[in-house]
Each structure stands twice: as C-alpha cells, then as structure tokens.
C-alpha cells in the first residue's frame, strides 16, 4: 500500500517543480525583453509559449487531483499552488503584452529594477516548490519563504519610487500607462508571496 | 434522520439559484444599459434594485448557515460561495454607478463586448450553481466551469485591446475613467470565475 | 490537561488584541496627518514606528504558531487573521507614503471623511478580536462585524463621490495620484472587512 502512495505523491511534487521552473523561464525572459527593449517582439512570443507550456502543467496537475483518492498534501492545498503558479505567469504574460500593445517605448531603469525582483523571487519560488519533497526538514524551505517576503518588500519600496519618478516627469497619458505596467509587476511578486504562504501553512500542517 | 437533512440542503442550493438569478439579471440590465445610454438612469436604478434583491438573499444563505448544523457542503463554501455571489452583482452596481457618476457619455463598442461578455459567464454561474442539486454528476457542471474559464480568457483580451484604443485616441482624463470602469467589469467576470472554482473544488471534495 | 491549554490559548488572543490595538493606533495616527497636512513627515514617522510594531507582533504570533500542537482555533485561521491585520497597517502606511512621496498638498475634505471611516472600522476590529475571548457569547461580536460591513459601505460611498469630484476639478495628473491614494484607503478599510469576515467564519464553525 505505501509503496502504490509514495510514487502518487512524487508525481504531484515534480509537477509543481515543472511549473516553478516554467515561472522562472517566463521572468527570465520579461528580464531579457526590458533590458533589450528592441527585441520586445520576440521576447513577448517566447514569453507566450513559456505561459502556454505552463497552462498545460496546471491543467495536468488540475486532471490528476480529480482521479487521485489520496493526495499527499489537502487537494485544496493542491489546487491553489497550481492555480497561484499559472497567476504568476499570467501576470508576467500580461505585462509583457501591456509594454507591447500600449506602445510605451523604451523602459525607465526602474522597470529593469523591478523585473529584477521579480525573477529573483521566481527563483525562491523553485527552491520553496522543490522542498515539497521533503516536508520533515521544513528549516531551509521556511528560510526560502522568508527571502520571497524580503523581495516583496523590496518591490514594493522600488514601486513606489518608480511611480513617484513617473509622476514628476512623465506625460498624464505616460504615466497612466506606465503605472498599469508596474502594477502587473507588483502582483506577479505578489503572487510569488502567495505560493510561499500558501506553502508555509502546508508546512505548519504536516511538518 | 435522513428526510430531515434532504430538504434542508434543497433549501440552501434553492437559494443560491435564486442568487444566481439574479446576477444574470443584473448583468443584462447593464448589457442593456451600455447599448441604450440614452435610458442609463433608468437602467441603473433598475440594477440597484436587483443589487439589493441580492443582499436580501445573501442575508437570508447566511441567516440559514447560523441556525444550521448539517449543512449539505462544507459551511465555509456555503459562506464563500454567496459572498462571491454578492461580489459580482456589487461589481455590476458599481460599474453602472460609475458610468453616471463620472460623466462619460456614450461608451465605446468595446465596452458592449466586455459587458456581453459578463452577461455569458453570469449565465453559466447559473448552470453551475444550478448542478449542485446533483454533486453526484459533475461532469456537465466542470464543463460550464471551464466555459466560465473561456469566458475570463476572453474578456481579459478584449479588455487589453479595450485599453489601448483607450490610450491611443481619449484625453489623460477620459482614459482615466473608462479604465477604472473596464476594471470594474473585468472584475466582476473574475468574480464569476471565482464562483466557478469555488463549485469546482466542492465536486473534488463530495463527487 | 485544561488548566496547561487555556493560558495558551490566551496567549494567542492577547497578541491579536496587541495587532488590533496598533492598528487602530496607525488609523489614528492617519486621520491627524490629513487634518494637519503641515505636520505630515512627522506623523509619517509615527505611521512607520506603528507599522513596524505591528511587524513585531505578526510575527511573534507566527512564531508561537510553529511551535504550538494545540491552538485554540484552527491553525490557518490565526494565520488568516495575523497576515489581515497586518495588511490593514501595510495599506495605512503605504497610504500615508505615498501622500509625501507624490507631493500632493493639502488632501481634499473627502480624504478626512475616508480616513475617518478607516479609524471607525479599526476601532471595531478592537472589539471583535477582542469577542475571539469569549466564543460562547458570539452575538455581540456579530453585531460588531455587521458594523465593519456597514462602515465599508460608507466607504465605498464616499470614495465615488470623492473620484467624481477629482475627475470634474483635478489635472489629469492630480487624478492619478489621489485616485491612487484613495484607492490604498478602500483597501485598507476592505481588510478591516476581511477581518470581520474571517470572525465570522470562526464563529460559525466554534460557536
């Protein structure tokens, strides 16, 4: 019996793994398309298939919770990590096309900053998956979830600053587009603090 | 023993049929409001009056919740589920406020296919809501739930296309109103896709 | 057995009286920065301090979660609750930030009634988290939630009429950033709703 369980689980965990790993790929590539605004195009094309690869792993993820009787963490846990990692591309998705479609031009250095975050905090959010494996040893993933509070808090303070440089010297128009693009930034951190807390109480549950 | 709990779980699903119901009714009162902006005083006031209808029976799910034990799914889905309800008829009220209060005039073609939009997925909460009466069948209800899914998906592209339009051709102030009134239709159908994932985790839960 | 559980229980409940405590100071601290714009940086300051003790007792609870085997209501509900109540001081100090930062002057009569409805609602999470204390007289702690749901409203109210009246009187500039600014105040009130919520919840289920 237990030995039918433990694969189940495994395959759970390697998905969220291939998910965390498709978010990175997505922040990688936003990072590369703000600090070479002229290959924006292509860029946002290879952004779109990393999202696209991604809604197939959550929907595989979403197809084995309904046929799996035991699942290794409360499918509820299940479906709100899946549903909290395909967000996050989404965001990076929607903020790519925003950059392309509102014909904003190039982009100030506060956006590398931000982007920057962004795919550092990605990068935990493979660690934090990662330590799924292996819930008894809960310290490291914990320390994992406390660096992507840490770069949240940072996004948020260069968010600030970037709409505060916007306000002094952009255009209204400028400025209401520019703001709508840091915001999706914002939640695509955001989002990465959601997976760790949501990864946290896991670990509160069955550590 | 069992013909005393029946009928009550009949009362509660009734009562969310009669939520649901009234949140198509709301969205086609704004469907029709934004063809017709000439009888948009009117039109709002009708969708006032269907808001508070919906308070009515969001009160009345919740009145029921506190008197009763066994309850025919998890309590805290039953308290989501009308909060989330309620949340799409206030969005639908506050998108219709903002339209008179802000002073727009007639709103662009965009603006019609977003709140038609709206009126589809508000149509499909009620097919969705609906099948609770039969948690034993859920195929056709996950059915709707990704129709709902497919509905989001799209209001999210016409808005996109929506809000450039918007930048390209309205004045910094008219941009600024259309696109918090954009937002507010955008999230209603987010609401109505949240409904969508609540009834789908209930069918993972008691199917 | 009893006698080692119910101190730890209290444990738990003073803190968030600590929680709630603060964040009505923060509130507080908000309302005099709009009445006298000219002390602003100083109570800025004070915001900040509040903030930061909030941050302190956040994660005193959290900690105390980690290595409690027993709480006195479900382990993710104490979680929910530190994590609103701390987004309530988040949102005031991003608030009172932002006003300094985008160097907007002397805030609109609408701002003070916003931020006064903010101060009631904070003043009514004091009592409703204080009602967590004593589960089995939960009436009158319903009532405070129903209060929480009522100030929301009001809020709601008078930030449409607030954006209306920006929209007919402000730069498209001005707009933005006190659209913005209003914005951080709704939500920092709508967590003081999510709190009255999460009660609620707690309630029905322990009641």
Not at 68 to 83: C, G, H, N, S, Y
Request: with cysteine; glycine share 2%.
């Amino acid at each position: 019996m237990r030995l039918r369980i433990l694969p189940r689980n495994e395959q759970f965990f390697d998905l969220f793994d291939a998910a965390a790993t498709n978010v990175v790929q997505g922040a990688r590539y936003l990072h590369e398309m703000v600090e070479n605004f002229d290959r924006a195009e292509e860029l946002h094309k290879l952004i779109e298939e990393t999202e696209h690869e991604g809604d197939i792993t959550t929907h595989e993820i979403m197809e084995r919770l309904n046929v799996t009787f035991v699942t290794p963490i409360d499918a509820e846990d299940i479906r709100d990590l899946a549903k909290t990692l395909d967000d996050v591309l989404d965001y990076i998705e929607a903020t790519a096309d925003r950059m392309i479609l509102y014909d904003v031009g190039k982009p100030a250095s506060y956006m590398a900053d931000m982007v920057r975050i962004l795919e550092l905090a990605a990068s935990e959010i493979v660690k934090v998956v990662g330590g799924l494996h292996d819930l008894k040893r809960p310290r490291r993933l914990l320390d994992h979830c406390i660096e992507i509070n840490r770069l949240e808090n940072d996004g948020d303070r260069v968010s600030r600053r970037a709409l505060a440089e916007l306000f002094r010297t952009a255009t209204p128009m400028d400025a209401i587009k520019w703001k709508e693009i840091y915001e999706h930034v914002e939640m695509a951190i955001d989002k990465c603090e959601d997976i760790a807390n949501i990864i946290e109480s896991v670990v509160v549950k069955y550590a």
